[in-house]
């Protein structure tokens, strides 16, 4: 069973940065697409941003410019760089890993979760 693990998060000023990381176990080959979610208090999970073996991405708009996702596949890491944060980048984020198919942003499609970890914009 494929076990996720994320650090990182915390209470930041608007305009700072943070990075996410999320640790992967339990699984002995590489993992298909990667991706982070985010949850705010009253609304539903949006994907953050896409990432597949090869690197390729796919990042949501309204973070686009402002986070980058990465992975390095020998460590079983994935990370999501957040510079200049916004209070409505308020959330709790999750990672998430497909074990195979296409690439793609819907949660339902990622059997494998992380328990998340919160960031607080506001000054």
């Known amino acids: 069973q494929v076990q996720l693990v994320e650090s990182g998060g915390g209470l930041v000023e608007p305009g700072g940065s943070l990075r996410l990381s999320c640790t992967t176990s339990?699984?002995?080959?590489?993992?298909?697409?990667m991706a982070w979610f985010r949850q705010a208090p009253g609304k539903e999970r949006e994907y953050v941003s896409v990432?597949?073996?090869?690197?390729?991405?796919i990042i949501n708009m309204s973070v686009k410019h402002r986070f980058t996702i990465s992975r390095d596949n020998n460590k079983n890491t994935v990370w999501l760089q957040m510079n200049s944060l916004e209070p409505e980048d308020t959330a709790r984020y999750f990672c998430?890993?497909?074990?195979?198919?296409?690439?793609?942003?819907?949660?339902?499609?990622?059997?494998?979760w992380g328990r998340g970890t919160q960031v607080t914009v506001s000054s």
């Open positions: 990432i597949t073996p090869g690197g390729g991405r």
């Open positions: 339990g699984h002995s080959n590489t993992l298909a697409s």
């Open positions: 998430a890993a497909a074990l195979a198919g296409p690439t793609t942003t819907n949660p339902d499609d990622y059997p494998s």
